[in-house]
């Protein structure tokens, strides 16, 4: 991987038309450059582009020339996610289906993944509807985010992780058509990654780095438990709740077999990280953490692995938000607490 641009990645850019949009998200690529994704007050689509310099040059509205699917499909739906060059997320009309759109030759892969045997009943998946070589088309699907419910009034939260407590625990550990595997050298290797590329972007860029690099010789230090049916992405704005369909799972494009504690140790980090966002109470995190705990001994999931696990994803959830101006400041406050460890 060359050299990643050091420039921070500023809050606005401006469009052809002098308008200012608001950066959401960026992300680093593997040229060593970053992309980022926008959004404007008069525009329905998110919008993709790239940093140019020390400033961001968008793309077309709705198109994206390494992504030739997304010109038609933006036309007849809105534009929810763009990573430039790499995916768009796009939902129909009338809400009853989303299409993932990406680099020709590469649907195929997306639309296996998505339907893996060996998930129990109690996860709902989305229905892939058709797919070609650039876009799969998949049924939405009812229900609220569990990251949504949980910065609402009501008790609908705590039915929701409880939903998903009692699923989780019936994930298989051995019986599914997932073949690929994420072991802990992969993990670790995911890590340095992302340590690499965020350390030039702030404060003690030694420090973070080496903290990568314990964190990940734990993870190889041969007590690794046995892999599992594992999402590789789980975080709460991952899981629908409804109150009569019950529980479902999106983007299973990064499923993998893995350790018992990665997909429970994501989530546990991800809690912390919304209590910091300020969108979930810690009293609401407090008894989520508790069902989880619970959950991973129903799982078999290590106690000390699960610790790992957690400790992991919180520097890497730092490291993805040290590109994102509206959590930049954030990530740093994450950071800080994660090297005084």
């Given at each position: 991987?060359?050299?990643l641009?050091?420039a921070?990645?500023?809050?606005t850019?401006l469009?052809?038309r002098n308008?200012?949009?608001?950066?959401?998200?960026?992300?680093?690529d593997?040229?060593?450059?970053?992309?980022v994704?926008?959004?404007?007050?008069?525009?329905?689509?998110?919008?993709?582009?790239r940093?140019?310099?020390?400033?961001?040059?968008?793309?077309?509205?709705?198109?994206?020339?390494?992504?030739?699917?997304?010109?038609?499909?933006?036309?007849s739906?809105?534009v929810l996610?763009?990573?430039?060059?790499?995916?768009?997320v796009?939902?129909?009309?009338?809400?009853?289906?989303?299409?993932?759109?990406?680099?020709p030759?590469?649907?195929?892969?997306?639309?296996?993944?998505?339907?893996?045997?060996?998930?129990?009943?109690g996860?709902a998946?989305?229905?892939?509807?058709d797919?070609?070589?650039?876009?799969?088309?998949?049924?939405?699907?009812?229900g609220?985010?569990?990251?949504?419910?949980?910065?609402?009034?009501?008790?609908?939260?705590?039915?929701?992780?409880?939903?998903?407590?009692?699923?989780?625990?019936?994930?298989p550990?051995?019986?599914?058509?997932?073949?690929?595997?994420?072991?802990?050298?992969?993990?670790?290797?995911?890590?340095?990654?992302w340590?690499r590329?965020?350390?030039?972007?702030g404060?003690?860029?030694?420090?973070?780095?080496?903290?990568?690099?314990?964190?990940?010789?734990?993870?190889?230090?041969g007590?690794?438990?046995p892999?599992?049916?594992?999402?590789?992405?789980?975080?709460?704005?991952?899981?629908?709740?409804?109150?009569?369909?019950?529980?479902?799972?999106?983007?299973?494009?990064?499923?993998a077999?893995a350790?018992?504690?990665?997909?429970?140790?994501?989530?546990?980090a991800?809690?912390?990280?919304?209590?910091?966002?300020?969108?979930?109470?810690?009293?609401?995190?407090?008894?989520?953490?508790?069902?989880?705990?619970?959950?991973?001994?129903?799982?078999?999931?290590?106690p000390?692995r699960?610790?790992?696990?957690?400790?992991?994803?919180?520097?890497?959830?730092?490291?993805?938000?040290?590109?994102?101006?509206?959590?930049?400041?954030?990530?740093?406050?994450?950071?800080?607490?994660?090297?005084?460890?």
């Amino acid at each position: 991987m060359t050299a990643l641009d050091t420039a921070a990645v500023p809050a606005t850019a401006l469009d052809e038309r002098n308008r200012t949009w608001s950066i959401r998200r960026a992300w680093p690529d593997k040229e060593g450059g970053i992309t980022v994704e926008a959004l404007h007050p008069e525009e329905r689509h998110a919008r993709g582009g790239r940093m140019r310099g020390d400033a961001v040059e968008l793309a077309p509205l709705g198109e994206d020339r390494r992504l030739p699917g997304l010109a038609e499909a933006a036309r007849s739906g809105t534009v929810l996610v763009h990573r430039l060059g790499r995916r768009a997320v796009v939902r129909e009309h009338d809400g009853g289906a989303f299409r993932k759109i990406v680099r020709p030759g590469r649907a195929s892969s997306i639309a296996a993944a998505s339907a893996p045997a060996g998930w129990p009943a109690g996860l709902a998946l989305a229905r892939v509807l058709d797919a070609d070589e650039q876009s799969v088309r998949f049924a939405a699907l009812p229900g609220r985010t569990l990251r949504a419910l949980g910065a609402e009034p009501g008790p609908a939260w705590a039915e929701a992780w409880q939903g998903f407590a009692r699923a989780w625990a019936a994930v298989p550990a051995a019986a599914t058509s997932i073949a690929v595997e994420h072991g802990p050298e992969r993990e670790a290797a995911v890590l340095l990654a992302w340590a690499r590329m965020a350390a030039p972007l702030g404060p003690h860029p030694l420090a973070l780095q080496q903290r990568a690099e314990r964190l990940a010789e734990r993870l190889q230090d041969g007590s690794a438990q046995p892999l599992r049916p594992a999402h590789r992405d789980l975080h709460d704005g991952q899981l629908l709740w409804h109150p009569e369909h019950g529980l479902a799972l999106l983007d299973l494009d990064t499923a993998a077999l893995a350790e018992p504690a990665l997909d429970l140790g994501n989530l546990l980090a991800h809690l912390d990280w919304r209590v910091r966002q300020g969108g979930l109470h810690p009293l609401r995190a407090t008894r989520i953490r508790s069902m989880l705990q619970r959950t991973a001994i129903a799982a078999g999931a290590d106690p000390e692995r699960m610790r790992l696990a957690e400790r992991v994803a919180a520097l890497r959830i730092a490291c993805v938000h040290r590109f994102r101006p509206p959590s930049r400041a954030l990530a740093e406050t994450l950071l800080r607490d994660e090297l005084a460890r």
